[in-house]
């Protein structure tokens, strides 16, 4: 698993500076999508867990979303570092760089996690959904936003897979949906749709309370 995540640090180091025009639309497209569905309500503790150059954060900002705190999490120096240029100066944002899948033991809880274009490049996913567990105060939720594994994307993101040096490892929706359960999390809404030759999914779950 080090490897993997040294790969992926590696990978978007180098990237980091070209990222955002590189992907322009991917990103347009993916962070509307994101935006359209999460809620953040008021004093909300919120983490991102792969905040790569900080687009979802500064959108948050400029829409004045009403968290309490911000957690910007990356394993990557070079996006974190863009992201601390953009939106560093904001007193309700902190910065840490975890593994998403090597979460220390929370000392706060948090309300929302956001995991937007970032849970495919995770190696050990089954640990990461029981991080969101363990993470979130009862009744915080997850969301998430990634690529969907299914019908002709298959063949798709075997190509990508060839050809990009981070580690790419794509789950179903269905996949998705029996990791997140396994792990304790109440579904309470998901979406699948195509945007061009990629296929995506939006989930959001929930840490159910005892007394739910
Ligand atoms: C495609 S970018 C998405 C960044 C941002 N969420 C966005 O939508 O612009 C994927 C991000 O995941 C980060 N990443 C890759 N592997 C990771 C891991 N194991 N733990 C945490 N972050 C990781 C990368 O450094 C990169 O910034």
């Given at each position: 698993m080090v490897i993997l995540v040294t790969h992926n640090r590696h990978s978007y180091n180098r990237q980091a500076a070209g990222y955002e025009k590189r992907w322009k639309a991917y990103l347009d497209h993916t962070h509307k999508e994101f935006l359209r569905r999460i809620e953040v309500?008021?004093?909300?503790?919120?983490?991102?867990?792969?905040?790569?150059?900080?687009l979802l954060a500064e959108e948050l900002i400029k829409r004045n979303a009403p968290f309490g705190e911000l957690v910007l999490n990356d394993i990557s120096e070079e996006m974190i570092a863009i992201a601390r240029?953009?939106?560093?100066?904001?007193?309700?944002i902190n910065f840490i760089d975890y593994p998403a899948d090597q979460f220390p033991e929370p000392a706060q809880l948090f309300d929302l996690i956001l995991c937007l274009n970032a849970?495919?490049?995770?190696?050990?996913?089954?640990?990461?959904?029981?991080?969101?567990?363990?993470?979130?105060k009862p009744g915080g939720r997850v969301c998430i936003l990634d690529w969907n594994r299914i019908g002709l994307f298959r063949p798709v993101n075997k190509i990508i897979n060839w050809i990009t040096p981070e580690h790419i490892e794509t789950r179903s929706d269905r996949e998705m949906k029996a990791l997140l359960t396994q792990a304790g999390l109440t579904i309470q809404s998901l979406d699948i749709w195509p945007f061009r030759y990629w296929r995506f999914f939006y989930f959001e779950a929930k840490r159910i309370t005892n007394i739910e």
């Open positions: 309500r008021k004093a909300d503790r919120v983490l991102d867990i792969s905040c790569g150059t900080g240029q953009r939106v560093g100066e904001h007193p309700n849970f495919h490049h995770y190696g050990n996913q089954k640990q990461v959904v029981e991080h969101f567990h363990t993470h979130l």
